[in-house]
C-alpha cells in the first residue's frame, strides 16, 4: 500500500499563487508517475498534471503556462506550484501515485480562489 498526505491548500486571490505538496509513504518502491487531480461537487475527477520517474510531464490544457508539476525522488515527494490562480482552479486537489498499475489517491486539498 502507498499512503499519500496533501498539504498546502488555501484561499486565495485571483491572480495569487499557491504550491501544493504531496509526500507518499508505505510501499514506495516501484512508484513510477505521481500527479495531480482535481474534482468540484457534481464532476468528475479529472487531471491537472503528472510527471514520471524521470521528469517527464504532462499538463491539462487549462493549466499550462500557468502550473507546474515537480518531484522529489529521493524525498518521495510530489509538488504542484499554481501561479496565476483563476476563480475556475477552485476545487478539491487529490495527489496521485501509480505503482505496479494501481492508483493510489490522498484524502484531498481544498483551493478556493475568490475575491
Known amino acids: 500500500q502507498v499512503q499519500l498526505v496533501e498539504s498546502g491548500g488555501g484561499l486565495v486571490q485571483p491572480g495569487g499563487s499557491l504550491r501544493l505538496s504531496c509526500a507518499a509513504s508505505g510501499s514506495i518502491f516501484g512508484i513510477s508517475v505521481m500527479g495531480w487531480y482535481r474534482q468540484t461537487p457534481g464532476t468528475q475527477r479529472d487531471m491537472v498534471a503528472f510527471?514520471?520517474?524521470?521528469?517527464?510531464?504532462n499538463y491539462a490544457d487549462s493549466v499550462k503556462g500557468r502550473f507546474t508539476i515537480s518531484r522529489d525522488n529521493a524525498k518521495n515527494m510530489v509538488f504542484l506550484q499554481m501561479d496565476s490562480l483563476k476563480p475556475e482552479d477552485t476545487a478539491v486537489y487529490y495527489c496521485?501515485?501509480?505503482?505496479?498499475?494501481?492508483?493510489?489517491w490522498g484524502q484531498g486539498t481544498h483551493v478556493t480562489v475568490s475575491s
Open positions: 496521485n501515485a501509480v505503482r505496479l498499475a494501481v492508483h493510489y
Open positions: 510527471i514520471t520517474r524521470g521528469g517527464s510531464t
